[in-house]
Every structure is written in structure tokens, then in C-alpha cells.
């Protein structure tokens, strides 16, 4: 496991999407001829939704703007969606990753895989994610988000952590969460969502998280100090051989000092993998 500590949550975003762009970049290098050929081979990008993740995307267009990125080869999976919100409701996913990524770059819109929070059948529609995850090859870098409870995607406390896409029921701390975005929309905090599960996240060849915050200095603590817990879903990643939580200072506050202090001496090592 890597734990990058930056700043504050603009330069968690920064190192983020700079990470993204050279795993994008050295992808292209290895499989320039097989990304080119009528197969169309892609880097899949596993994406999430939420206020943690927006540097990131603005940096990530910024990128895209100057010529350093392009994501003509990418492919993207979204973690999650709500049921039954209207995709074009200003609060669905759908929109989220609409107005602040996928107008802004050049991806093929057929490569953005979303949930579809309306499907008639649910069940359908997530055996059916899953398949196309696999039909594309797997996930190459799976990038979270959390909630203060630990919750990764919307695997809510007492998820199995092999877990697959499926419909979830919101905790009531999720739903409470929400409630700001939906205060004048006019329709109530959705309370069921679609969403990848904890197993089908462990099975990316990499998971990149990103933590912002006091409010999350809990939740980080007990990702990665304590042991695997249902209950603390992230902290799954324990068993993934890839996992980089990016972090800003606040949420290191129930950190072990020594913790803390192995991981920024490393700090150096870890700019590297940006360069
Ligand atoms: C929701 C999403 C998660 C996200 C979390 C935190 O629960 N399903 O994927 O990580 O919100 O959101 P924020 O970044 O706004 O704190």
C-alpha cells in the first residue's frame, strides 16, 4: 500500500490526475499498435462521483486541453448510480460525470459505462456490468472516493467485501449526506442506489482513493491502521497489492504520528510515479 500525504485537497487533485495521466500515458506507449487496430484496445478507468474527485477532473481537462492527454483510448466505468433518479436530474451521475469530465475531453461516448439507475430490470442491469467489465478486460486503475463511515462506491458498513455490482439500500449517513444536493431539486434523497461492489473494485489491477478532510480522518484510520472490517469497507484495500490512498492533512489527524511521518519520508519515491 501507498499513502501519499499533500497539502490540502487541490493538491490531492493535482497528484491525482497526474498519476491518471501517466498511467494513460506508459498504457499508450506499451499498446499503441493494439489500441490502433480494428479490436481497439483500451486503458479502462474505474471513476467516481462526489466533491472529493472534482480537483481531479479539472485537472484531468486542463491536461486534455494542453495536448499532455488525450483519452481517445480510454475506456471508463463509472462506481455508481442512484436508482430511479432521472439520468438528466442535475444530481444523477450521469449529469455529474457529464458537466464536469466527458464534455470537456474527447472520449468516444461509447466508451463511458454508467449504471443505469432505471433500468427495468436491476438485477439485469448489474449481472450485465459486470459482463462488460470482464468483455473489456478488467479494470487497469479503479479511482474511489470515500464516505466519513468508510464506504467505498456505496458498499455501506456490513457489506461483504467480495461483494459484486448490485442494488443497494443507502445508510442512513449516506442518505443524510445527500441531502444537501437534493434540497431544491424538488424530489426526495434517492435511497437506493446501483453500484460496483467491494470484490468487483479489488479486482482492478490498481485502486487509487482519494481522502479529503477531517471528516474523513476516522474512516482513513481505520482503512489503514486497523484490520479488514466489513464494517470499514475500504479498508479491503489492505488485501489489494495495489492500492495509493491520496490524502490531504487533515485527514491524517487519527493517523499514528509515526505512520504519518514513514509515509511523507517516502515522499520523494512516491513523486516518481508522477514524473
Ligand atoms: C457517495 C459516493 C461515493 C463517494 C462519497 C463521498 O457516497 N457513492 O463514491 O466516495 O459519496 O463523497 P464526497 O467526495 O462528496 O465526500
Redesign the pocket.
Known amino acids: 500500500m501507498r499513502l501519499i500525504i499533500k497539502e490540502d485537497s487541490a493538491a490531492v487533485g493535482l497528484w491525482a490526475a497526474k498519476y491518471v495521466r501517466n498511467r494513460i500515458n506508459s498504457f499508450l506507449e506499451d499498446n499503441w499498435d493494439e489500441a490502433r487496430s480494428a479490436a481497439g484496445k483500451t486503458f479502462n478507468l474505474g471513476l467516481?462521483?462526489?466533491?472529493?474527485?472534482l480537483h481531479m477532473y479539472k485537472n484531468l481537462v486542463q491536461f486534455c486541453k494542453e495536448g499532455s492527454l488525450s483519452f481517445k483510448h480510454v475506456r471508463t466505468f463509472n462506481?455508481?448510480e442512484y436508482v430511479g433518479l432521472p439520468m438528466n436530474h442535475a444530481e444523477s451521475y450521469h449529469t455529474f460525470m457529464f458537466e464536469n469530465l466527458f464534455k470537456h475531453i474527447d472520449i468516444d461516448p461509447n466508451n463511458v459505462n454508467i449504471l443505469d439507475g432505471n433500468a427495468d430490470d436491476l438485477e439485469l442491469e448489474c449481472e450485465q456490468y459486470e459482463k462488460r467489465i470482464r468483455d473489456a478486460g478488467g479494470i487497469d486503475l479503479f479511482v474511489?472516493?470515500?464516505?466519513?463511515d468508510g464506504?467505498?462506491?456505496?458498499n455501506e458498513p456490513g457489506s461483504s467485501l467480495v461483494s459484486r455490482t448490485r442494488v443497494k439500500s443507502l445508510a442512513t449517513e449516506?442518505i443524510e449526506?445527500?441531502r444537501r444536493f437534493f434540497q431544491e431539486s424538488g424530489v426526495d434523497v434517492p435511497k437506493r442506489?446501483l453500484?460496483v461492489g467491494v470484490g468487483t473494485v479489488m479486482d482492478a489491477s490498481e485502486v487509487m482513493i482519494l481522502i479529503t478532510?477531517h471528516h474523513?480522518a476516522l474512516a482513513l484510520h481505520k482503512a489503514i491502521e486497523q484490520g479488514v472490517n466489513h464494517m470499514w469497507t475500504v479498508s479491503a484495500l489492505q488485501q489489494h497489492p495495489g492500492a495509493l490512498f491520496i490524502c490531504d492533512e487533515s485527514s491524517t489527524d487519527e493517523l499514528r504520528v509515526g505512520t504519518a511521518k514513514y509515509f511523507k519520508g517516502l515522499m520523494e519515491e512516491h513523486d516518481k510515479l508522477i514524473e
Do not use: E, L, Q, V
Request: no cysteine; net charge neutral.
Open positions: 467516481p462521483t462526489g466533491s472529493t474527485p462506481m455508481d474511489g472516493g470515500i464516505g466519513a464506504h467505498i462506491a456505496f449516506t449526506a445527500n442506489a453500484t478532510g474523513k
